[in-house]
């Protein structure tokens, strides 16, 4: 069973400009969830999408946007970036809810020049 | 809001020997998570504790959730290179989303 794929692993963007990252669930998982990794905050939060609709959703300004389609793969965007986006943005994929066993891909490294 | 606050922040030791890390909220947590994240990739789970009290062992691993279900302790015997990594905790908290610990960063020299 293939696992959790991210795309694109690596990103350099400069300040103001905008970013779409991309997210391949598991198979036969309907909750795909967003977390942003820094050095300082840990692994934070995001959002959660099931059944191609939010159904969570952290502290996070509205710059930050996700959607997700019929076959539960899932994009995440931000606009307007700033240099505190600076992060390792994962997603992980469980079978109903993001509270079940969180599936990580491999994340996508954005750095914000 | 809910946090979880794992210590040490920073672990390194020597090949062999033992450790603990722990997670402690004054948060009431239904079910908690381990998870390790090695360098380049994202966390991968180790365990799920459920009931107060509660003690799995995986191998060398044995973690612990605390009676009242606020805190939880991974004590890793006779480590290993191959332990190496970011040592998570994460609770199924109130707002039906994960919250995640503060991370413990475990260096583990041959």
């Known amino acids: 069973k293939a696992g959790v794929t991210q795309t694109p692993r690596y990103l350099i963007k400069t300040r103001g400009q905008q970013v779409t990252l991309s997210c391949s669930p598991i198979?036969?998982?309907?909750?795909v969830s967003w977390y942003q990794q820094t050095p300082g905050q840990g692994l934070q939060f995001l959002f959660e999408?099931?059944?191609?609709?939010?159904?969570n959703k952290g502290n996070f300004p509205g710059r930050f946007s996700g959607r997700q389609f019929s076959n539960s793969r899932s994009e995440m965007n931000v606009s307007t970036l700033e240099l505190g986006d600076s992060a390792l943005y994962l997603c992980?994929?469980?079978?109903?809810?993001?509270?079940?066993?969180?599936?990580f891909g491999p994340g996508t490294r954005l750095t914000v020049l | 809001t809910q946090l979880l606050e794992q210590s040490p922040q920073f672990l390194s030791i020597q090949e062999g020997e033992n450790l603990t890390v722990y997670c402690n909220s004054s948060?009431?947590?239904?079910?908690l998570q381990w998870y390790r994240q090695e360098p380049g990739e994202g966390p991968v789970l180790l365990v799920t504790?459920?009931?107060?009290?509660e003690v799995k062992k995986l191998k060398r691993l044995t973690f612990q959730f605390g009676d009242a279900r606020k805190d939880s302790s991974l004590h890793i015997t006779a480590a290993q290179p191959g332990d190496t990594g970011l040592y998570l905790c994460?609770?199924?908290?109130?707002?039906?989303?994960?919250?995640f610990g503060t991370g413990t960063l475990l260096a583990v020299q041959p």
């Open positions: 992980a994929s469980s079978r109903d809810h993001s509270t079940d066993t969180q599936y």
């Open positions: 198979s036969g998982h309907r909750s």
């Open positions: 999408y099931f059944s191609e609709t939010q159904r």
């Open positions: 948060s009431v947590f239904s079910s």
């Open positions: 504790v459920v009931t107060g009290g």
């Open positions: 994460a609770g199924d908290g109130a707002t039906n989303k994960l919250i």
